[in-house]
């Protein structure tokens, strides 16, 4: 797409107004490029007290043009530009498309966070509400579910521990590769026979970051075990881990112990038991859809039996609570199958369910065809994704996470829910930043948060296993425990 930003406004929030008419694009100002990209050309200037932004598409032999006019003072300057722009851009953009996205100008990833910070000042659910569909042009029922979550996530982050943590394990490894997957993950025999090699270097790891948070008088609430596939990991491999886990995380403040066993063909009885006896309290068996044919395509390996079958043992083997994730937009899937889909998924009563909607990354197998995927995709996967709610809230679940991704058909959300007390804590404290993360293995993040909450910082460890593996241990912990002490000493 051929972008021409002038004025005030910043060019990363107008590639995320772009992508909301015109997902999956990529950005430039080549005009010679392709003649066939759409165009956007966005001005954004201040007269007499007020930021006016005028905004220009074209695409497929057509134009239109925006022009809004937002009143601002000083302090309020920079939101009164973006509002102008991005009123502009929804004008423009539904003349030209007839989109009109269902999150209005509220862009970003946590779309929860004004809502919080607007309920914690004091104003109503109803008054957010409306200010969200008025300022921010966010439709009726998508405020209302922001502002449920929004109250949900208040109440349980106001009983946070200021000097509580959560602790993140990345298990970057699956049995095989799915085609939607943008994660890395490593699925090769010749890459899976590393595994034994990460797992003593990823305990040592564990064994350091626990070191350093006793160090800094933090304790731990949360550990969640993610991928790739945690249960890729053999029963003895997952004995090692989870062993050294709880050796050294302190039993009486841990609240919640999540580990992903994502792929049902990888969970059996005997991992399941070791989860229990080492006190896993919830894990996601996910299915994403039950279509078999789906299944097949996408290269998931299980069928919907398979699914059922994990389910079962998951239960009997009295894990605490049982999260299901669902995919809306899955190529060739529609409507039909997916509410198919969601109801069996309900009747089963996973504790917990996860909606997410379908996200083309680059690195995704089918990432070349993505704009046919939007274009296909569109009315129908916003359908899956209403039912999906609406059938959830039915069954007497509630939302209480939300996020969004770049390139997800409509701008679409991703949505936890939980019957209610069963609540995924990591999932709330991680996407509402409360506490630090601290994250080992390949590819982890950890994200260091300030006791006011205001500064975070973030250490990324070697993105790939043979990076992580290869490296000098001592090197990389040493920075790393450098980071997180000077960190704690200027924000503490
Ligand atoms: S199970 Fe998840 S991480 Fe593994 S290949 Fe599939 S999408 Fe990727």
Redesign the pocket.
């Known amino acids: 797409m051929k972008l021409q930003v002038s004025g005030n406004i910043n060019e990363y929030y107008v590639q995320t107004l772009c992508m909301l008419f015109f997902p999956g694009s990529k950005f430039s100002k080549n005009e010679k490029e392709d003649p066939f990209a759409p165009c956007a050309d966005v001005c954004v200037e201040n007269r007499e007290a007020c930021a006016i932004a005028t905004v220009t598409l074209s695409h497929a032999g057509r134009t239109a043009t925006a022009t809004h006019k937002e009143p601002c003072d000083g302090a309020e300057k920079v939101s009164a530009e973006r509002i102008a722009c991005g009123k502009a851009f929804l004008e423009a953009g539904k003349a030209l498309t007839g989109i009109t996205p269902s999150w209005g100008i509220l862009t970003g990833v946590r779309p929860a966070k004004l809502a919080i910070d607007s309920l914690t000042r004091g104003k109503s659910k109803q008054e957010v509400r409306s200010f969200l569909a008025r300022e921010y042009l966010v439709n009726p029922k998508k405020a209302a579910l922001v502002t449920d979550i929004a109250e949900t996530e208040k109440r349980i982050l106001s009983g946070v521990d200021k000097r509580s943590c959560s602790l993140y394990i990345s298990i970057?490894f699956?049995?095989?590769?799915?085609s939607?997957?943008?994660?890395v993950?490593f699925?090769s025999a010749k890459l899976l026979g590393l595994l034994d090699s990460y797992l003593v270097r990823l305990c040592q790891d564990i064994e350091n970051i626990a070191g350093i948070i006793k160090h800094l008088g933090l304790s731990v609430s949360t550990v969640y075990i993610g991928?790739?596939?945690p249960t890729t990991l053999d029963e003895k491999q997952l004995e090692q881990l989870l062993k050294t886990l709880t050796s050294l995380v302190d039993p009486d403040s841990l609240q919640e112990f999540t580990l992903e066993a994502?792929?049902p063909d990888t969970v059996n009885e005997e991992k399941l038991k070791i989860m229990k006896a080492y006190g896993v309290s919830r894990v996601s068996i996910?299915t994403q859809t039950l279509n078999d044919d789906v299944l097949e395509s996408i290269?998931?390996k299980h069928t919907a039996a398979d699914f059922f079958r994990a389910f079962d043992m998951a239960r009997n083997a009295q894990i605490k609570h049982i999260n299901t994730d669902l995919i809306a937009g899955l190529p060739g899937e529609g409507f039909g199958s997916f509410s198919e889909s969601i109801d069996a998924v309900i009747r089963l009563r996973p504790d917990n369910l996860t909606f997410h909607t379908l996200c083309i990354k680059n690195a995704a197998d089918f990432a070349h065809n993505k704009n046919r995927l939007y274009m296909n995709t569109f009315s129908e996967t916003s359908k899956c994704v209403d039912y999906s709610q609406l059938s959830a809230k039915n069954a007497g679940y509630v939302p209480y996470y939300i996020y969004r991704q770049k390139n997800t058909v409509d701008n679409l959300e991703n949505v936890g829910f939980a019957l209610p007390g069963t609540e995924g804590l990591y999932n709330i404290y991680m996407m509402e930043e409360i506490h630090s993360i601290f994250a080992v293995g390949a590819g982890a993040v950890s994200k260091m948060v300030s006791r006011s909450g205001e500064k975070i910082e973030r250490i990324f460890e070697y993105k790939y296993p043979y990076e992580y593996l290869a490296a000098p241990d001592g090197a990389k912990n040493l920075e790393k425990v450098k980071k997180i002490e000077a960190f704690y000493q200027t924000t503490w």
């Open positions: 970057p699956c049995p095989s590769r799915c939607y997957c943008s994660f993950s699925t991928g790739g596939t994502g792929r996910n290269g998931r």
